[in-house]
């Protein structure tokens, strides 16, 4: 094999990331089946594609200077230019430094009240026998749960505020010609779906910036995570700029609220299907003493388990992608700078020698063993894992076991599970439930 080419892949461009906005699982998945690991792509770019755990390993722990991020202008409409997803070097680590500890520990246990209180305020809303689409339900929820424990947005009337300017702002990024114009580099401010997203976001910022001088004028103690991003210090003393908090605040509404809604909508989809994996989930839930108890919600290890195998499944990042700053050889190709390199958990994950039965819903295979992270990357990995792995695996399972602790839920479409795009996810094509109050 010669040292200068590079994996087999398709050879003609134009179709691919056309192909890949349709279903990324099904183009990852027929692509690594045709070329073997690892293959090249092109998506947004020429991008060289694994699912090779010890290829993972190499793109997850190799040096930090082996990447350089470089947002393309449409991601930088959605993102900002201020925000840790667009930092590389010394200013990401220094950045991501002052963040994570705002996702972690005990700060994020301080926020599980108002997760398991805004799911208990949804299910006022429902009454007995009522039907509802389960991922209009979750998106209600995983929005509030954003704005009241991120944005620290408390009083009712400015909540009825944000939420308009995030589902505006929601539905300009998730718009499909804004995505194709992305997919295809067209970067012109008057193009019409890049000036709606424009106009969109412009208003969701000013209104966090209204909302971060109103907590500069009082002096009262927050719990949430824009009180103490505000309040964290880098080395020298300085903190972080308006715009910098903006774009932050925005990036982690991007990676959470979309991604927790379909997270658990794919739970009752999954649940409805399999009696016996709802009966053992339900009698473990049941089990608790009070249903606002976090601590005992985050130790249950069934609950655990249905989680990880529903981000398992149908991940909400089909893969996980670097831009290389330095050649690497990877799976003995010299790949060159420029080029990037993709951790594929939509591949990974059906891997049958790590997931016997790979398509079946069986959360006892997370019972059963332990899988690294290497092997199991619904998040990512390496030093740029997603910020706010914890807090959507914390928000999920207070959400669910809060939702079946008060409620039963039928599932009122059982055929097939269809995919399709939502945004820039994928998700379940219709799940309709009906509910009951216990």
């Given at each position: 094999?010669?040292?200068?080419?590079?994996?087999?892949?398709?050879?003609?461009?134009?179709?691919?990331?056309?192909?890949?906005?349709?279903?990324?699982?099904?183009?990852?998945?027929?692509?690594h089946?045709?070329?073997?690991?690892?293959?090249?792509?092109?998506?947004t770019?020429?991008?060289?594609?694994?699912?090779?755990?010890?290829?993972i390993?190499?793109?997850?722990?190799?040096?930090?200077?082996?990447?350089?991020?470089?947002?393309?202008?449409s991601?930088?409409?959605?993102?900002?230019?201020?925000?840790?997803?667009?930092?590389?070097?010394?200013?990401?680590?220094?950045?991501?430094?002052?963040?994570?500890?705002?996702?972690?520990?005990?700060?994020?246990?301080?926020?599980?009240?108002?997760?398991?209180?805004?799911?208990?305020?949804?299910?006022?809303?429902?009454?007995?026998?009522?039907?509802?689409?389960?991922?209009?339900?979750?998106?209600?929820?995983?929005?509030?749960?954003?704005?009241?424990?991120?944005?620290?947005?408390?009083c009712?009337?400015?909540?009825?505020?944000?939420?308009?300017?995030?589902?505006?702002?929601?539905?300009?990024?998730?718009?499909?010609?804004?995505?194709?114009s992305?997919?295809?580099?067209?970067?012109?401010?008057?193009?019409?779906?890049?000036?709606?997203?424009?106009?969109?976001?412009?208003?969701?910022?000013?209104?966090?910036?209204?909302?971060?001088?109103?907590?500069?004028?009082?002096?009262?103690?927050?719990?949430?995570?824009?009180?103490?991003?505000?309040?964290?210090?880098?080395d020298?003393?300085?903190?972080?700029?308006?715009?910098?908090?903006?774009?932050?605040?925005?990036?982690?509404?991007?990676?959470?609220?979309?991604t927790?809604?379909?997270?658990?909508?794919?739970?009752?989809?999954?649940?409805?299907?399999h009696?016996?994996?709802?009966?053992?989930?339900?009698?473990?839930?049941?089990?608790?003493?009070?249903?606002?108890?976090?601590?005992?919600?985050?130790?249950?290890?069934?609950?655990?388990?249905v989680?990880?195998?529903?981000?398992?499944?149908?991940?909400?990042?089909?893969?996980v992608?670097?831009?290389?700053?330095?050649?690497?050889?990877?799976?003995?190709?010299?790949?060159?700078?420029?080029?990037?390199?993709?951790?594929?958990?939509?591949?990974?994950?059906?891997?049958?020698?790590?997931?016997?039965?790979?398509?079946?819903?069986?959360?006892?295979?997370?019972l059963?063993?332990?899988?690294?992270?290497?092997?199991?990357?619904?998040?990512?990995?390496?030093?740029?894992?997603?910020?706010?792995?914890?807090?959507?695996?914390?928000?999920?399972?207070?959400?669910?076991?809060?939702?079946?602790?008060r409620?039963?839920?039928?599932?009122l479409?059982k055929?097939?599970?269809?995919?399709?795009?939502?945004?820039f996810?994928?998700?379940?094509?219709?799940?309709?439930?009906?509910?009951?109050?216990?």
């Amino acid at each position: 094999m010669s040292s200068s080419t590079l994996p087999p892949g398709y050879q003609l461009q134009f179709w691919q990331p056309l192909a890949y906005v349709q279903s990324p699982y099904r183009f990852f998945r027929k692509a690594h089946e045709r070329f073997g690991d690892p293959f090249l792509v092109k998506t947004t770019a020429p991008t060289v594609v694994t699912a090779n755990p010890d290829s993972i390993r190499q793109i997850f722990t190799a040096p930090p200077e082996t990447y350089h991020v470089r947002l393309p202008k449409s991601q930088q409409r959605v993102l900002g230019r201020h925000g840790l997803s667009g930092l590389d070097g010394s200013a990401h680590r220094q950045t991501r430094k002052l963040i994570s500890p705002c996702f972690h520990g005990e700060a994020l246990r301080h926020l599980g009240g108002m997760m398991h209180e805004t799911a208990v305020e949804a299910l006022a809303g429902w009454r007995d026998g009522e039907s509802r689409e389960a991922l209009d339900v979750m998106r209600d929820i995983g929005l509030d749960v954003i704005l009241k424990t991120i944005f620290g947005v408390a009083c009712r009337e400015r909540l009825v505020v944000f939420r308009a300017a995030v589902l505006d702002f929601a539905a300009a990024f998730g718009n499909p010609a804004f995505l194709c114009s992305a997919l295809l580099g067209i970067d012109r401010d008057n193009w019409p779906p890049n000036r709606r997203m424009d106009v969109a976001r412009q208003k969701l910022s000013d209104l966090i910036v209204e909302n971060i001088a109103e907590r500069r004028g009082r002096s009262a103690e927050r719990a949430d995570i824009l009180s103490r991003l505000m309040e964290a210090r880098f080395d020298d003393g300085s903190g972080f700029s308006d715009a910098a908090l903006v774009d932050n605040l925005i990036t982690n509404l991007i990676a959470g609220h979309e991604t927790s809604a379909l997270s658990l909508t794919w739970a009752f989809a999954w649940l409805g299907r399999h009696a016996d994996v709802a009966e053992r989930l339900q009698q473990e839930i049941d089990g608790l003493s009070r249903d606002d108890d976090i601590n005992a919600i985050l130790a249950l290890p069934y609950l655990d388990a249905v989680v990880k195998e529903c981000l398992r499944l149908y991940p909400a990042v089909p893969e996980v992608v670097r831009m290389l700053a330095k050649p690497m050889t990877l799976a003995g190709y010299e790949l060159p700078a420029g080029i990037n390199v993709a951790a594929s958990s939509a591949i990974l994950h059906m891997n049958p020698e790590l997931y016997p039965n790979p398509e079946r819903f069986n959360p006892e295979r997370f019972l059963e063993r332990s899988y690294g992270g290497f092997e199991f990357i619904p998040f990512g990995g390496g030093d740029r894992i997603c910020i706010g792995n914890h807090f959507g695996v914390f928000e999920v399972k207070i959400v669910l076991a809060t939702l079946l602790s008060r409620g039963r839920f039928t599932l009122l479409d059982k055929e097939t599970i269809k995919v399709k795009r939502r945004g820039f996810l994928m998700g379940p094509a219709q799940v309709r439930l009906s509910y009951r109050a216990k």
